[in-house]
Nanobody, 125 residues
Framework: QVRVVESGGGLVQAGGSLRLSCKAS????????MAWYRQAPGKERELVAR???????TYAESVKGRFTIFRDSAENTVYLQMNNLGPEDTAVYYC???????????????????WGQGTQVTVSS
């Protein structure tokens, strides 16, 4: 199985910075993309940033210029560096991994989409 574990949330004042990390481990054959989503109270989950295996990146308009996603492919870890945080960034942040999982003796690798447990980011004004 492939597992996803996040870390790095917390409480920060407006204008501050936080870095989130997410590590995928287990029977990984390959990873197509790793992403961060967030969900604020009463709102739908939204994509914040995604990085693909070829290092292409996409960002939500609301975080462009403030957030940076980067990946350590050797460690199957993705990071989200968040700068100049504002109260509007308060949410639970979720890591998302699109990967192929090794199926030992059972055929070709299986495509899986996994979510982390979520980490709270709170920005005080």
């Amino acid at each position: 199985q492939v597992r996803v574990v996040e870390s790095g949330g917390g409480l920060v004042q407006a204008g501050g910075s936080l870095r989130l990390s997410c590590k995928a481990s287990g029977s990984i054959y390959s990873i197509d993309a790793m992403a961060w989503y967030r969900q604020a109270p009463g709102k739908e989950r939204e994509l914040v940033a995604r990085i693909f295996s070829d290092q292409q990146k996409t960002y939500a308009e609301s975080v462009k210029g403030r957030f940076t996603i980067f990946r350590d492919s050797a460690e199957n870890t993705v990071y989200l560096q968040m700068n100049n945080l504002g109260p509007e960034d308060t949410a639970v942040y979720y890591c998302n991994v699109e990967a192929y999982e090794v199926q030992y003796g059972l055929g070709d690798p299986r495509y899986v989409v996994l979510w982390g447990q979520g980490t709270q980011v709170t920005v005080s004004s």
